[in-house]
T-cell receptor, first 114, second 116 residues
Framework: AQSVTQPDIHITVSEGASLELRCNYSYGATPYLFWYVQSPGQGLQLLLKYFSGDTLVQGIKGFEAEFKRSQSSFNLRKPSVHWSDAAEYFCAVGAGQGAQKLVFGQGTRLTINP | GAVVSQHPSRVICKSGTSVKIECRSLDFQATTMFWYRQFPKKSLMLMATSNEGSKATYEQGVEKDKFLINHASLTLSTLTVTSAHPEDSSFYIC????????????FGPGTRLLVL
């Protein structure tokens, strides 16, 4: 069965510092991979997704992620974080026809120090 | 574009009563909608997949008689928690796909349910 692991429950970085959030997946076929961000009072917002092609994916808000099949990873990165990036981040793998079934990781809570 | 709303945002009810949560796609038609449950400090768990005009498909372990899902139109799906108990207290989130197989889900802001 497919699964997603986000090893870091909580990460704190200083504003302006670089960020990397880890995500490992388990899926038998070529995965559809997603990163979502959840802010209080708001729905999950899609940051980026990978279906095929270039393994380095650019998303919104300056985020990028790199798909590494050999490591079963899809880590999210940002070169310089802003205080507004503080939120909960979820990695997900899409399974089934059209990647309709999303299996989410446990989430990583990001705190930004001023 | 691709905005999904949920109503209510918060609801408190007494044990034994039923609660209905609405999920609407505001600016697009959604043939497929999904209902998730999120426990505190935990991940989202898919409860069911709802297709317009047909019965919902429930995930293993989800009681279909307790969590009634109706997807009567291309812009509205409802989740009714029947005979609610305190253990049903949770954060319920819906999502919608633009078209079946488009691979991207757009999420509502969620509904916080507290059963006393």
């Amino acid at each position: 069965a497919q699964s997603v692991t986000q090893p870091d429950i909580h990460i704190t970085v200083s504003e302006g510092a670089s960020l990397e959030l880890r995500c490992n997946y388990s899926y038998g076929a070529t995965p559809y991979l997603f990163w979502y961000v959840q802010s209080p009072g708001q729905g999950l917002q899609l940051l980026l997704k990978y279906f095929s092609g270039d393994t380095l994916v650019q998303g919104i808000k300056g985020f990028e992620a790199e798909f590494k099949r050999s490591q079963s990873s899809f880590n999210l990165r940002k070169p310089s974080v802003h205080w507004s990036d503080a939120a909960e981040y979820f990695c997900a793998v899409g399974a089934g026809q059209g990647a309709q079934k999303l299996v989410f990781g446990q989430g990583t809570r990001l705190t930004i120090n001023p | 574009g691709a905005v999904v709303s949920q109503h209510p945002s918060r609801v408190i009810c007494k044990s034994g009563t039923s609660v209905k949560i609405e999920c609407r796609s505001l600016d697009f038609q959604a043939t497929t909608m999904f209902w998730y449950r999120q426990f505190p400090k935990k991940s989202l768990m898919l409860m069911a997949t709802s297709n317009e005009g047909s019965k919902a498909t429930y995930e293993q372990g989800v009681e279909k008689d307790k969590f009634l899902i109706n997807h009567a139109s291309l812009t509205l799906s409802t989740l009714t928690v029947t005979s609610a108990h305190p253990e049903d207290s949770s954060f319920y989130i819906c999502s919608a796909m633009l078209t079946s197989g488009s691979e991207t889900q757009y999420f509502g802001p969620g509904t916080r349910l507290l059963v006393l």
